[in-house]
């Protein structure tokens, strides 16, 4: 039989000093953050591209400047839109089905490994999408192949990058860490909008290959020093979640040593049983799983949207009277995900002071409807309105979808009914963050079709998916309000009798 134990990563031997005997838990707690964030910010740059170039691709806008906008057949005819829609599509779709299996791989091999695989096949495909413009491509199935395969390696990065982080923390401040560290979508999502934007006056290539190289770089860092969990360098961490450092003396680092090559064989009945990985069925039956996946099915369709169509929308409506070039347009949608930077990081701060994650996505949700409203109304009175609203919505919009993702995939893959059994972690991971993907797809291929009757028509179409988003969390939601005020009454309880 095959071990599961991932092999340590090569840096450690080029660096020994990083090994356990010369660092703590804590440096290695915050050295596995940062590279995951960096990993995951890298995935996210590199699906940017597809949205900053749309109004380059697509069909022409009348402006009062000078610009030349021919298009790039087959998008720039009078249904171009209609096949940037279907182009996203092809994307998410294998990215939605690629997540389910991922998961499920993801929770029997190395994921340091898995991790790499998916990066280094997202970076060659990002940079193979960008040769059509150098060889002259004007075929629609030569773009669609290309995305359907690159979705099927993004959707790797996902279930490993939230399963290796599980692994480093306990469940205390998850909402908190988890806020601040899944930022890393909106930062990925900056970073790809700036570097695209910047090179995009070169030729739309250039906005695909420069994200390419990145993501393969930082795919380097991670095959060098990611370590997947802290057995693997001698630390435990308790069952309650709270986290202990091993006493490194010599007889520790010998048996570490001796653990890298003899831990399979060690392995007790009952130590196996805990990493055994869960079944499909049997996750999507846990508690939890299946109302916040479909709260994130419409959550996903709603940022996906704004991901994907957000830059084509500004370059298409003009603000104070003046329609902004494609650069512009490309750096001024950042706003939007720089709000949600915010909106991660605030709810899962939020969720961690009340103990309630689906009380604060219903209340980030509901929120995010009027915002939306205000957005499409008075987001074109000026630049300063167009910033303010967009910086809200991005915050009301992403806040959820990042809990969502991250804090409450990792409480359900670790919940106490199945025992500690962290390898399941990756497989609910897989199970949200894929059930939002099917949404995630579906909304950018809409916003192609519905755009054609108008904008508003789209906007509307955004906040029936955040209402029912809502609607989904609503059981999960009474649950947490009955026991907040439960605990609330044995307080005063308590302090009564005292």
Not at 110 to 117: A, N, Q
Not at 326 to 349: E, Q, R
Request: proline share 4%; hydrophobic share 50%; aromatic share 12%.
């Amino acid at each position: 039989m095959r071990s599961n134990t991932p092999s340590l990563a090569p840096g450690f031997t080029l660096f020994p000093s990083l090994k356990p005997l010369h660092t703590t838990l804590f440096f290695h707690q915050i050295f596995v953050l940062i590279l995951t964030f960096l990993a995951y910010a890298s995935f996210h740059a590199s699906r940017k591209p597809p949205s900053i170039v749309k109004s380059v691709l697509g069909p022409t806008v009348q402006t009062n400047s000078t610009s030349n906008d021919t298009g790039w057949a087959p998008f720039n005819g009078p249904e171009g839109t209609h096949r940037l829609g279907e182009l996203d599509l092809a994307f998410l779709t294998s990215y939605a089905i690629g997540m389910y299996f991922a998961g499920h791989v993801g929770d029997r091999i190395d994921l340091r490994l898995f991790l790499v695989f998916g990066m280094m096949g997202s970076g060659i495909l990002t940079i193979i999408f960008g040769f059509g413009y150098w060889f002259d491509v004007h075929l629609l199935g030569y773009f669609i192949g290309v995305k359907v395969i690159c979705g099927v390696f993004q959707s790797i990065g996902w279930p490993c990058v939230v399963s290796v982080v599980g692994n480093w923390f306990g469940k205390e401040k998850r909402g908190l860490i988890m806020g601040v560290w899944t930022s890393h979508t909106s930062v990925g999502n900056i970073i790809g909008s700036v570097v695209a934007s910047g090179v995009l006056e070169f030729g739309w290539g250039w906005s695909f290959l420069v994200p390419g190289i990145l993501i393969i770089v930082v795919g380097i860092l991670v095959f060098c020093f990611l370590v997947v969990s802290p057995d693997d360098l001698g630390f435990e961490m308790m069952a309650s979640g709270k986290e202990i450092e091993m006493s490194l003396g010599e007889e520790n680092v010998a048996n570490l040593e001796k653990a890298e090559s003899e831990e399979a064989g060690l392995l007790e009945n009952k130590d196996s049983d805990s990493l055994a990985a869960i079944g499909f069925l049997e996750a999507w039956r846990l508690p939890g799983v299946a109302p916040f996946s479909f709260c994130l099915f419409f959550s996903k369709l709603v940022a996906y949207t704004f991901l994907y169509w957000l830059p084509f929308y500004i370059r298409h409506t003009a603000i104070a009277g003046v329609h902004l070039s494609h650069k512009t347009a490309g750096i001024l949608s950042t706003i939007f995900d720089i709000g949600g930077v915010l909106g991660g990081v605030l709810a899962g701060f939020i969720s961690d002071v009340i103990d309630a994650r689906a009380v604060t996505s219903v209340t980030f949700l509901l929120l995010s409807i009027p915002a939306l409203i205000l957005y499409r109304i008075y987001g074109s009175v000026s630049m300063v309105t167009n910033i303010g609203l967009m910086f809200i919505s991005g915050l009301l919009v992403n806040g959820p979808y990042s809990l969502i993702t991250t804090a409450v995939a990792a409480d359900l893959g670790t919940q106490d009914l199945i025992k500690g059994n962290s390898r399941a972690l990756a497989t609910v991971t897989a199970i949200i963050d894929g059930t939002g993907s099917v949404g995630a797809a579906l909304g950018p291929l809409l916003a192609g079709y519905v755009s054609t009757r108008g904008w508003n028509s789209v906007f509307l179409m955004l906040i029936f998916a955040i209402f029912f988003a809502s609607i989904f969390l609503v059981c999960v939601a009474k649950t947490e309000i009955g026991r907040m005020v439960s605990e609330e009454k044995e307080l005063g309880s308590s302090v009564t009798a005292r």
